[in-house]
């Protein structure tokens, strides 16, 4: 009788390091280590902020149909090679979730339907390309289309959901590594946006740093090109001076003059977007040199750029 329960003991013994066993295989953590959002605890994942308007957005190979006598915005849906999907860039959705990336990258953010390409996907590609150690990179589409930049200060909607984006995918292993900025478009329409786009563009830079409690947050940011016809774009001169004349160490400006712009004379079209797209992380590149050490004290002396 003794003898049996001591067998019995032994058997729930080992009954119960085998179900132990099979719990530390099948534990949430392992599991969450084959996930895409690779939530290892670790701050591994290279996060870039993307925002601004529609450009950031992305308008690459969006035209305009009409269906039934209405007229729609409709992507053709052409993804160059340069911005194909790949396994180490994942995007932060709509749902504060990392989810594998792939154009539209804004889907979800600002539009459902006129969402085309933007500059991201070409960016994360060609960052892996020249620098295959740099890691899972992480973006975060936060762009909104039509927003001048008085919509891009504390207290605004679009200015909240970028800081709170940030955050959230900070947490989310995410270690923060810049802004990619594309903005300006309704500013050279009128309004009075244009008369304080330097002082409001250097507050934007200033409180954004200081929200996301990182003071040299590296800003690559656009000049934008020129509009052409039919667009009305009369204050294009006062917002690129005010754009070219920002001086703030590690903020780079990437000049798209040149770049080819649609038939809506303001978005650029899918080869253009690549193209930015490059520059942007040429422009990283080159900045992420002198970074690799933390001389966080060099950035007091790096002086701004300019990648035309
Ligand atoms: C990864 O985890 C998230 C949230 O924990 C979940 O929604 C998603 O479906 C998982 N993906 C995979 C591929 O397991
Ligand atoms: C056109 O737009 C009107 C008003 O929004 C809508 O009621 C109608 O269904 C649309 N027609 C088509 C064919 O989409
Ligand atoms: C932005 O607004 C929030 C909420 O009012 C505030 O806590 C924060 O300090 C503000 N940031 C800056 C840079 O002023
Ligand atoms: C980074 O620095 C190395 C060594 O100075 C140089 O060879 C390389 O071209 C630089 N990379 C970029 C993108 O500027």
Not at 131 to 149: E, H, M, Y
Not at 237 to 254: K, S
Not at 276 to 305: C, Q
């Amino acid at each position: 009788m003794l003898k049996h329960k001591n067998d019995e003991i032994i058997l729930i013994l080992t009954f119960l390091l085998l179900v132990s066993n099979l719990c530390w295989l099948m534990s949430p953590k392992r599991v969450k280590e084959c996930n895409t959002t690779r939530s290892t605890g670790k701050k591994n994942i290279q996060v870039f902020l993307l925002a601004g308007q529609s450009n950031m957005a992305g308008r690459g190979g969006v035209f305009r149909k009409v269906v039934g006598g209405n007229v729609t915005k409709v992507w053709d849906g052409f993804v160059p090679e340069e911005c194909k999907p790949n396994r180490k860039i994942i995007r932060f959705n709509v749902a504060q979730k990392w989810e594998e990336a792939h154009e539209p990258l804004n889907y979800g953010i600002d539009c459902l339907s006129s969402c085309g390409l933007g500059p991201g996907m070409a960016f994360a590609n060609e960052i892996l390309k020249k620098d295959s150690k740099f890691g899972v990179i992480g973006l975060v589409p936060c762009a909104r289309g039509g927003t001048g930049l008085d919509k891009w200060r504390n207290g605004s909607l679009p200015y909240g959901e970028l800081v709170k984006r940030a955050k959230i995918a900070e947490k989310n292993d995410g270690i923060i590594r810049g802004l990619l900025w594309y903005h300006g478009e309704s500013d050279v329409k009128g309004g009075n946006g244009y008369k304080d786009y330097k002082i409001n563009l250097e507050k934007f830079i200033h409180d954004l740093r200081t929200d996301l409690n990182s003071p040299n947050l590296p800003i690559l940011y656009v000049i934008l090109p020129y509009p052409t016809k039919p667009f009305k774009g009369p204050y294009i001169e006062e917002v690129r001076a005010a754009q070219l004349a920002i001086n703030i160490p590690n903020v780079i400006r990437i000049d798209a003059k040149g770049l080819q712009i649609g038939p809506d004379g303001i978005h650029l079209t899918t080869p253009a977007q690549v193209q930015l797209g490059h520059m942007f992380a040429h422009a990283f590149l080159t900045l992420n040199n002198f970074t690799l050490s933390n001389t966080y004290s060099f950035f007091k002396f790096f002086p701004s750029n300019i990648f035309s």
